[in-house]
């Protein structure tokens, strides 16, 4: 129905004007109205096309705001659930360090000898903390023999019998800063003089010469390969860790330093004589003259030995299982036959082996190491009379855990930010482990848990920022 007013002026158009004016007035007017009044009734009815279209995409807009939220949200989720893993291994590690003389696990890449199973009793979830929601998959066992993990997955699942068979079949997204384990720099063997290397021994540890390092047997060295002079291999030897010639000031402790301090300050008592070594009344006991370890010799208790002539093991010492102690001779050792210590042996002469070695701990020598025979070193955590036991005091604020491709990593400031960041350093390269932690696992970030058992979200440039060491030195970089 047309408006009042509008009927009003139509009625007067058409009865005042010419029939002429009435006719156009009627025709154009009247066509005018009706589209008018067609328009209101269509508004009345729905959307136009174009209000349509601008209504979806505005729809659009909003699902596609919506579910990147609900994307960063589950991925702050991720986030949040990888901090607590890392959290828990941290007060795990904290744990071990309790019941281990304040030492944080060793890290010396043995079976059943790093840092993974070592804090495994003290969390009784590792499997799951040790697994970040964004890196829970592990790497394909078909597309690579050595494990090495990702950005978005895990490392292991690595053959028993390859070079890395010792993390027996673990999965994780984890790494330790090596410079706050137990052993830390501490090499397993260090010796003043040559270092020659001629058998069939897993060193599970860094080795140092403050001369010459010499290797032309089958041996594996897991650490550093540091001397003061020359380093030359042959043969079939592998080394994991770097190789470094010509480093100045390479000396170990002092031997007979050590002794005179054990015997000035610690009252050991003489051993008594015959097959049984005592440490039941005192934790240090000594022998004059040389020590011939070739007979059925029982040893009850831990301690230290100490020894001021040689030390000789033609049988097997000790007759029963590994020996808890540690020995200090003021002269040389040699193994013709079996040698099984879970302690550390410092010698001011030579250490020669031709025969098999079994020691968890570190060996500390004044003259020349010369090994032609077999066995294993797995380094330890050296005994409080070494002045290098105070080395590895953990320092305040120091990354323990963190996103990691590897199951270890040793970060120097020197480290170069890597090409990719979602491979991080698939070589392992020894002189770059920086790579190892700067991947691109949450959105330019990773995780990292600190010694003081807190755990926070760091950028990858930030990285160069941590107290990684008690010698690192913060530096700025720029991660693309």
Known sequence: MMAPAFTMYVSDKLFTGSM??????????????????????????????????????????????????????????????????????????????QHNRGMMPLDGQTIGG????????????????GLCPDAATPVDPAATDQGIGTASQAWGLVAP????????????????????????????????????????????????????????????????????????????????GAQLPDMPGMQPPDVTAIYNQI???????????????????????????????????TIIGSGTLLVSGNVTVDGIFPSQEAANINIVTLGSVTIHGQLDLNGSVYAEGNFTNSGNQGIHGVLDIGGYYDDHGKGYIASA??????????????????PLFADCIW????????????SNTQLGSPTLNAQDQMARFCIDRHLGQINVSFTDGSAHTVALAQLWQLNWSGNFRAKKVAVP
């Open 20 to 97: 002429e004016s009435r006719r156009r007035f009627c025709s154009r007017s009247s066509r005018q109205a009706y589209i008018r009044h067609n328009r209101l009734a269509t508004a009345d009815e729905g959307f136009t096309l174009t209000e349509l279209l601008v209504a979806v995409a505005i729809i659009g807009i909003l699902i596609a705001i919506v579910l990147t939220c609900l994307a960063r949200a589950r991925e702050y989720a991720r986030t949040a659930q990888c901090l607590s893993n890392l959290h828990q291994l941290s007060l795990a590690a904290l744990s071990y360090a």
């Open 161 to 240: 019998g390859g070079a890395y068979g010792w993390l027996q079949g673990t999965t994780c997204s984890y790494g330790m800063n090596i410079h706050a384990s137990g052993n830390g720099a501490i090499p397993a063997v260090a010796a003043f003089g040559k270092v020659t290397l001629g058998g069939n021994t897993s060193y599970y540890g860094g080795i140092a010469s403050a001369t010459t390092i010499e290797a032309n047997g089958s041996a594996l060295i897991t650490g550093a390969m540091e001397s003061g002079g020359a380093i030359t291999l042959h043969g079939g030897i592998t080394v994991q």
């Open 114 to 129: 790093y840092w993974y199973p070592e804090i495994k009793p003290y969390d009784n979830n590792i499997t799951t903390n």
């Open 407 to 418: 199951v270890d990593g040793s970060p120097a400031a020197t480290d170069a930010v890597p």
């Open 263 to 297: 015997m000035q300050t610690d009252n050991p008592a003489p051993a008594v004589s015959g097959n049984t070594i005592d440490f039941t009344n005192n934790p240090y006991l000594y022998i004059n003259g040389n020590f011939d370890a070739s007979g059925q010799i």
């Open 381 to 398: 955590g050296p005994p409080p009379f070494d002045p290098r036991a105070n080395g590895n005091q953990i320092v305040e604020s120091q």
